[in-house]
Structure formats: structure tokens, C-alpha cells
């Protein structure tokens, strides 16, 4: 049952008399929780917020709405870590209410600076025609941990010539200047990007566009992030309303990235490459990076997205985070690696496999379980085909194929469990070249992503099986593969 207008947009002190703790126990009854993701305690969680590094820790906050899985009043729930796997509980970091977040503190940023973390965020308001008007906020957390904020929008209004659909900035500095893209509609209804300037963080001067080679490419662009790696200029941003062509822009909604040279922050413009999806996929949107101490840029994700029923919705709770990634440039291509610290979330022991395959589909002892990390390596020999089927039953499997015929890899969920955004389909697949394949897997109770050749491209998808789909089968199709195989468990 949809929630009414005033039962979406209540504060958590509104809550009656036992609601929240209602709730934790109807979640707590959910066999579809996760085991090693970020997930809410209650309710929605959707934009990953504020990622960065601050007085020796990182600081990881997301959307979230704790009373059920529509899309209501928003916080910004706070984690933090010392080894981006490990992520301690640090309540709410921004809390709507005033007149300018009074219907939810939405998505932003965060850097640190001169011993303070700045977090810029869009402030959501309703008037009584419950007409928006977006708000860009600043909130600052000092070295004791306490969050306040600033008393008035630092940018409280909209330019001429866009629409209401104007949030999400970006922050970072360069110089002696601090700016930020935003994420925005052109009143003729098409998506882009803008930019501010401040030499404070409290003044900030319009500066344009960002001019891109995008001029229609959907109808709003969300999450912009623009940052560069290895002096080139990289925008990360998740475009709504692009049609399906090829094997691209299946999903609901897209996430992606241009590359090119430098953004020229005076003329605006970024020269750039052909838009690419970071993400091959079924749950992946409103990616954000940030630059840690080690000079890695990490990306965190939704894994999930805007507008799609969920599974675990019944249950009170809905979505999670993906794994970090680093993020690193190969021949024109972000390539996206799990982060080494997650080496730490293996049990001691692990199980091996080597063998030949040929025709057949093979399961091993040790092999099998609902969380895990898997490698395998697979050499085609004469097989048309070769792959996994994991959580895997009598009735059910999620399977990853490499086709040596089409030269595609191929996920399909089509008998995973409870189905997801079905209507948008249950196959994502994209090109591959090469006879041999890497397969990199983190299962959890109900997800999965797939890092392909060390990084070449990801594959990340919730799945929703029943627990005793736990079985794992490697196979070779019409021919003879090799395959080696590692896996860890993490429960």
C-alpha cells in the first residue's frame, strides 16, 4: 500500500510509538539481508553522499528514508572507516526540516578543508501547489564530529533557462578556487550539466554549462561528477531518458562516463570521447568518487535504481552500496578493480579447483554457498561457450556466459529468484574479445557483481533467490575449456 503524502514526508520524531523498532524486526525477518554491503537498518537507502577522507577516516553517508521503500523525506545516514570494508555506524549525518531541506536533504558532496568537512547538498521543498524548489545547502562536521548547518542556501536559486530538476553537486577545488557541476534540466526539457565558482565556499558566482559534445542526450542528468586521472578530464554522470540501442541502455536509467581533455573551467568546455556505461548490469546508478590519501580515485555506487519495485520492499527495507572500486584509466576506458582491502573479508580457508571441461557442467566439494568471493579463469579450447551458474538450485540460478561464437558475455537472471524490473528485460550482455576470460565474483545473499578481466567491465546485479540456491556449476559448452578456480567465503 503507497504511503500518503503527509506519511512519506514526517521527520523520524514523528514516528508513533514503536514504528521504527516494528519495522527493525520485520526487517531483521528478511532472508534477502546482506552479509558484507552496506545496507539500511530500515527503509530506503538510495545515492551514495559525501564520500571522502577526513581526520583519518573515511566518511560515507547515503540517502535514506526509514519508513518504509517509497521515496520520501530524505537524510543523510553517516558510516565511517578506516579501511573502506569495515564500516562503523554514525547515525544521521544531515537531518531535513528547515525551510530550505524542509521536504528532505538530498544528494551532494564533500571535501575537506582547513580541518573541516564541507558537505554541499540540494535542500528539497514543497509549497502548498507542491510545486519543488531546489535549494544548494552547505553543512560543516568539525573534528569532533558534530554536523551543523548553514542557515542559509549558498545557492537558493534556480538560473534562468532551467527547470526545478536542478541538484547533486559535486564539489572540489583547484587553485585557490572551489567549484561544483550540478546536475540539471534545460527548460526545453533535455539534461546537462552546470557549473558554480567560489574562492570561500559561502558566495558562489554561475559560471554555465559545462559545454559538452551531449547537447540532447536525455531528459535530465543526474549525480555529475567530474574529476581527472592521469591529466585527462573524466565526467561521471547518470542520464535519464536515453532509448535502448544494442547492447547499451537497457536499465530503466543509465550511469556513464566521457573522457577527454581537461575541463577548461574559464570557457567551460570538455572536449571529449563517445559516452560509455560504467556498468553492464541490471542495479547500478548515482555513482560517486572521491581522491583518498593514497592518491587511488574510489568510486561507491547504488546498487539499485529510481523507480523499480524491489523484492525486499514487503519487508520494509529496499537496496544497498556496492563494493568500492578503484578506478583506473586503460586505453581511453575507466577500469573499475575492487579495492585490496576487501582481501580482508576472506575466511582463512579456501577451495581450489583445476580441470577440463567438455560438453558438461561440473560442480565441486567446497564449492557452493550464499556469500562468497570466486575467481576462475577459463582457457576456450574447441567449447563454443563457457561460464558459471551460481546460486544455483533445482529451480533456480544466476548464470554469466562468455560466447565464443557471438563473442558477447552474457548475465541472466531470467531464473534467479524473484523477479526484478522484468518488463525491462532479464539479460544484460556486452562485447568480448579473446579465448581466455576472468571472471571475478563477490556473491552475497542477494547480489552479485562480476569484475571481468581485471576490471574491463562490471557486471552488478541484485538477485533474489531462495537460501538453499547455494550450488555452483562450471560448464563448457559444445567443446573442451580449461578452468581454474578459487573461492573464499565470507561467513
Known sequence: MKMTKEQKYRLIEQAEPGEIASLEKKVEQCHWRQEFHIQPSTGLLNDPNGFSYYQGEYHLFYQWFPFGTDHGMKYWYHLKSRDLVTWADAGIGIAPGDYFDSHGAYSGSAMAHEGKLYMLYTGNTRDRDWIRHPYQCMAVMDESGLITKWEHPVIP???????????????????????????????????????????????????????????????????????????????????????????????????????????????????????????????????????????????????????????????????????????????????????????????????????????????????????????????????????????????????????????????????????????????????????????HLFVDTSSVEIFVNDGEEVFTSRIFPHPESDEIRFFADKGEALFQAVKWDFT
Open 157 to 439: 536559486n534556480v538560473p534562468e533557462g532551467y527547470t526545478d530538476h536542478f541538484r547533486d553537486p559535486k564539489l572540489w577545488k583547484d587553485g585557490d578556487s572551489f567549484y561544483c557541476v550540478i546536475g540539471a534540466q534545460r527548460a526545453n526539457l533535455t539534461g546537462c550539466a552546470v557549473l558554480y565558482r567560489s574562492t570561500d565556499l559561502h558566495t558562489w558566482q554561475f559560471q554555465g554549462e559545462l559545454r559538452t559534445g551531449l547537447e540532447t542526450f536525455g531528459y535530465m542528468w543526474e549525480c555529475p561528477d567530474y574529476f581527472e586521472l592521469d591529466g585527462l578530464g573524466v565526467l561521471v554522470f547518470s542520464p535519464q531518458g536515453l532509448e535502448p540501442s544494442g547492447d547499451e541502455n537497457h536499465n530503466i536509467y543509465q550511469s556513464g562516463y566521457v573522457i577527454g581533455k581537461s575541463l577548461d573551467t574559464g570557457t567551460r568546455i570538455l572536449e571529449h570521447g563517445a559516452f560509455r556505461e560504467l556498468d553492464r548490469g541490471f542495479d547500478f546508478y548515482a555513482p560517486q568518487t572521491m581522491i583518498d590519501p593514497q592518491g587511488r580515485r574510489i568510486m561507491v555506487a547504488w546498487m539499485g535504481l529510481p523507480d523499480i519495485d524491489c523484492p525486499t520492499d514487503p519487508n520494509g527495507w529496499a537496496h544497498c552500496l556496492t563494493l568500492p572500486r578503484e578506478l583506473t584509466l586503460h586505453e581511453g576506458k575507466l577500469i573499475q578493480r575492487p579495492i585490496p582491502e576487501l582481501t580482508t573479508l576472506r575466511r582463512k580457508r579456501e577451495e581450489r579447483v583445476a580441470d577440463a571441461l567438455t560438453s558438461e557442467s561440473k560442480t565441486y566439494t567446497g564449492f557452493k554457498g550464499t556469500a562468497y568471493e570466486l575467481i576462475c579463469e577459463y582457457d576456450l579450447l574447441s567449447a563454443k561457450a563457457c561460464g558459471i551458474e551460481f546460486r544455483a538450485s533445482a529451480t533456480e540460478k544466476t548464470v554469466i556466459r562468455y560466447d565464443a561464437v557471438s563473442r558477447k558475455l552474457v548475465m541472466d537472471r531470467s531464473q534467479s529468484g524473484e523477479p526484478v524490473a522484468a518488463s525491462y528485460g532479464e539479460i544484460r550482455q556486452c562485447a568480448m574479445n579473446g579465448d581466455r576470460i576472468k571472471l
